[in-house]
């Protein structure tokens, strides 16, 4: 009996040990991303939209994100905008955004609510380095992740498309569709898929 009860008491005990290291290694992973994506910055002008919240240093480089992202019901799928004031440029870009962000879902038949993705608008590509390398401790040899601990894309204005933004929203949308996220190379064929689809009409049934 007074085996069995010291077997028992060890057990107990490195199983308490095994939660408490667990706990720490989840608490250190937090901070440590955190601490990271405050380094990147919050930025000074943000753009809501029904489905994103849009983060930029400046309002100049959210009407240069607006030139590029050419994507929008009422006009052709070549064509540029351009609009006379950065007001005008921020609701057109509020429009696209959703409109992208809406065509993604129905491309992968991924229709659910979920909370607005945050997508992070750097100035250049050494900025957007720079957030990588303080967030993941390595050289960036990307251009554009996307953070499912902060359910945050980031991306840089120079730098940019349609194609792209759609990508990484696609990530967006299906890390928080599936109930278990998918492998990463699988959510990767995923969100090549919407970069093939995205200006072609999609069949609903």
């Given at each position: 009996?007074?085996?069995?009860?010291?077997?028992?008491?060890?057990?107990?005990?490195?199983?308490?040990?095994?939660?408490?290291?667990?706990?720490?290694?989840?608490?250190?992973?937090?901070?440590?991303?955190?601490?990271?994506?405050?380094?990147?910055?919050?930025?000074?002008?943000?753009?809501?939209?029904?489905?994103?919240?849009?983060?930029?240093?400046?309002?100049?480089?959210?009407?240069?994100?607006?030139?590029?992202?050419?994507?929008?019901?009422?006009?052709?799928?070549?064509?540029?905008?351009?609009?006379?004031?950065?007001?005008?440029?921020?609701?057109?870009?509020?429009?696209?955004?959703?409109?992208?962000?809406?065509?993604?879902?129905?491309i992968l038949d991924m229709r659910k609510k979920m909370r607005k993705v945050r997508v992070r608008l750097f100035s250049n590509s050494d900025q957007l380095h720079q957030a990588f390398k303080k967030i993941f401790k390595r050289k960036c040899v990307v251009r554009g992740w996307y953070l499912?601990?902060?359910?945050?894309?980031?991306?840089?204005?120079?730098?940019?498309?349609?194609?792209?933004?759609?990508?990484?929203?696609?990530?967006?949308?299906?890390?928080?569709?599936?109930?278990?996220?998918?492998?990463?190379?699988?959510?990767?064929?995923?969100?090549?898929?919407?970069?093939?689809?995205?200006?072609?009409?999609?069949?609903?049934?």
């Amino acid at each position: 009996m007074v085996v069995q009860w010291c077997c028992n008491q060890l057990v107990g005990n490195r199983l308490k040990i095994g939660r408490k290291l667990c706990f720490f290694v989840l608490c250190s992973l937090f901070f440590v991303l955190s601490a990271g994506v405050c380094a990147a910055g919050n930025g000074s002008h943000k753009v809501v939209t029904k489905h994103t919240v849009l983060v930029f240093n400046s309002v100049e480089d959210m009407v240069v994100f607006n030139d590029a992202i050419n994507y929008g019901k009422n006009s052709s799928f070549g064509g540029f905008f351009s609009s006379p004031s950065a007001q005008d440029a921020e609701k057109e870009l509020i429009r696209k955004v959703d409109l992208l962000f809406e065509k993604v879902q129905l491309i992968l038949d991924m229709r659910k609510k979920m909370r607005k993705v945050r997508v992070r608008l750097f100035s250049n590509s050494d900025q957007l380095h720079q957030a990588f390398k303080k967030i993941f401790k390595r050289k960036c040899v990307v251009r554009g992740w996307y953070l499912f601990e902060f359910n945050t894309v980031f991306l840089n204005v120079d730098d940019v498309h349609e194609g792209m933004l759609a990508h990484e929203l696609g990530h967006a949308i299906i890390d928080h569709y599936l109930t278990v996220r998918p492998p990463r190379a699988t959510a990767e064929i995923l969100a090549k898929y919407v970069d093939k689809h995205l200006f072609e009409e999609v069949k609903q049934y």
